[in-house]
């Protein structure tokens, strides 16, 4: 997750200077940065669109891949159930969530230019709202939007609901070894965290989309998700092992470090900040 928000800064409007800089593009592949891996050379030209369903398709060619390897080892004999394969696919979308979430979002991640136009901020050459191809982008954004972070969330929203009327049914056995991935790192009293963290790592997620054009309105909102989370962590206490709770506190509490640090590399205006901070 540390470094799945790490990815997420990287979307910041926010020049990140040696040797942070060097550090957040080494992780832009796990953003599934297609420029990374030069898909325009695979392609034969650097088209954005074919860019983009490359990158949408990254997910679902790795989990056909992953369902392809487990079905193999269950010809030959392990014991690997429909409950297995389903904990393997859910456990991967929740390692990589905000990464899917950041990389279906980048349409709608919008800066402006000097020209009063605005263009994105992961390819300049692209105006928003105004051409075919960022039309192209959009429509294709909002199927992603819909078949990843707003399917993922629903389902375990839907899920979590129903882990209490699943277990005083008699179907608990059932709920530990299915979605496992999702309960199986809390103890019962805390079954939610789940879907909490989960909600954590989508407005992680949308900070740099929502506040595209406001570098320092970024940095305040993405300190306060950090902040508030962290408090609830502090609080719930949620995971089984008091080793993995005070891991993930320090984990928090570097994140929120880095994300002061930007603070001082943030170039605004002075009279912005003023009216901005009061």
């Known amino acids: 997750a540390a470094v799945q928000s790490l990815g997420a800064f990287r979307q910041l409007q926010i020049d990140w200077v040696p040797p942070v800089d060097v550090l957040l593009d080494l992780l832009c592949i796990l953003a599934f ?27 679902p060619v790795f989990a056909c891949c992953l369902l392809l390897a487990l079905l193999l080892l269950r010809a030959l004999g392990h014991p690997i159930d429909r409950d297995r394969i389903l904990n393997s696919q859910g456990l991967i979308i929740l390692i990589v969530y905000i990464s899917l979430a950041l990389s279906v979002a980048l349409p709608f991640q919008c800066i402006p230019n000097p020209n009063g136009t605005d263009s994105l901020a992961s390819n300049p050459a692209v105006v928003c709202w105004d051409s075919e191809v960022h039309a192209a982008l959009a ?18 929203i839907y899920i979590t609901i129903r882990h209490p009327a699943l277990i005083a049914s008699g179907q608990g056995l059932m709920v530990a070894r299915r979605y496992r991935f999702i309960f199986n790192r809390f103890p019962p009293e805390r079954y939610f965290y ?41 609080r719930l206490w949620p995971w089984r092992t008091t080793a993995a709770n005070l891991s993930d506190l320090g984990i928090n509490f570097g994140l929120l470090i880095c994300i002061m640090g930007a603070s001082f590399l943030v170039d605004v205006k002075q009279e912005y900040g003023e009216r901005l901070l009061g």
């Open 33 to 59: 940065d297609i420029q990374v891996i030069k898909a325009e050379c695979m392609v034969g030209e650097d088209d954005p669109v074919k860019n983009y369903v490359m990158r949408l398709l990254l997910y």
């Open 139 to 156: 429509g294709l954004g909002v199927v992603g939007l819909l078949f990843y972070p707003i399917a993922i969330l629903s389902l375990v």
């Open 194 to 234: 789940g879907l909490l963290y989960l909600i954590r790592g989508t407005l992680i997620a949308l900070v740099p989309v929502v506040f595209a054009a406001m570098a320092m309105v970024q940095v305040l909102a993405m300190g306060t998700v950090l902040v508030f989370f962290s408090a609830l962590q502090s």
